[in-house]
């Protein structure tokens, strides 16, 4: 599915948070969206996301404008992985992951096979499965961001939006929920604060700058010593390991 943004504005009061943010999302491209902190990136994937509305401009997915989807229809096709989502205490593993099939069901309807398998898939991939039954309040802050991401996978979504996924993950989930999200078959928008494993894992990228795009293009084309320095205020060095077609970052300490 395409996610197209038209000049996106949004603000709140009279302060303006993002300022007339275009951008393309092709079926199946994994975008990068970097910046520092309060550059916008959340603010940007709500609106995306239908969470917020724009002041002015519009979000088209797969051709429709999302201001006149409903939220349950909107919510069958696109997934939100949230910064520290809130989540009810009193849960089990599988239960958070449940939830992620409810736009699927109709009120009548029981619990199917079909949503029994996307529960059990969803927490096989983020490697979860054996926690299935354990207590939420018990988890670690990593397998907590793991099972919302499974929450997300159960809703078989077929565009997802993902605020800063690898928080609190280690190395090895890190690597291998960002390869998973990059290989399944849909359109994904990640904001990552990690530009190193932004250049391993996206297609492209967009660098935001107090709530201005500042840049958009292949990780090589953005990923530049004149960015890095600009816009995120550190000397790096950007060099290409043999081999390797995307940039690796050296930050230099002062
Ligand atoms: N509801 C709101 N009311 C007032 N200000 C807001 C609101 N939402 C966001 N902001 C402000 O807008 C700016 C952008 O916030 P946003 O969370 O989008 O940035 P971010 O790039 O995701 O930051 P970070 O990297 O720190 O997570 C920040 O200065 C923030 O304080």
Redesign the pocket.
């Known amino acids: 599915m395409t996610i197209l943004a038209e000049n996106l504005t949004w603000g709140?009061k009279r302060?303006t948070?993002l300022s007339d943010v275009s951008l393309r999302v092709a079926p199946g491209e994994t975008l990068g969206l970097i910046?520092?902190?309060?550059?916008?990136?959340?603010?940007?994937l709500r609106l995306l996301a239908g969470l917020r509305r724009p002041i002015s401009g519009r979000v088209r997915i797969n051709g429709q404008d999302i201001a006149h989807v409903s939220r349950k229809a909107l919510s069958r096709q696109v997934a939100f992985v949230q910064?520290s989502a809130a989540t009810d205490t009193n849960v089990t593993v599988s239960d958070v992951v449940r939830l992620g099939r409810t736009p699927h069901r109709s009120a009548l309807a029981g619990w199917s096979e079909t949503d029994e398998a996307a529960v059990t898939q969803a927490l096989e991939r983020v490697e979860m499965a054996a926690h299935r039954k354990q207590a939420w309040q018990t988890l670690s802050g990593g397998e907590r961001q793991r099972v919302h991401i499974a929450r997300a996978l159960a809703q078989t979504p077929q565009v997802m939006f993902l605020?800063?996924p690898t928080n609190h993950l280690d190395i090895h989930h890190q690597i291998e929920i960002l390869g998973m999200v990059r290989d399944l078959d849909l359109t994904s928008v990640i904001?990552l604060?990690d530009l190193n494993l932004a250049a391993m894992f996206c297609d492209r990228i967009v660098v935001?700058e107090r709530?201005v795009m500042r840049a958009c293009g292949t990780p090589d084309a953005v990923l530049t010593r004149e960015i890095l320095r600009d816009v995120f205020r550190v000397t790096a060095h950007v060099c290409r390991l043999q081999d390797a077609s995307r940039p690796h970052i050296r930050f230099s300490a002062k």
Do not use: F, M, T, W
């Open positions: 709140v302060r948070i910046g520092p902190n309060g550059s916008g990136k959340s603010s940007l910064q605020d800063e904001a604060h935001l709530g």
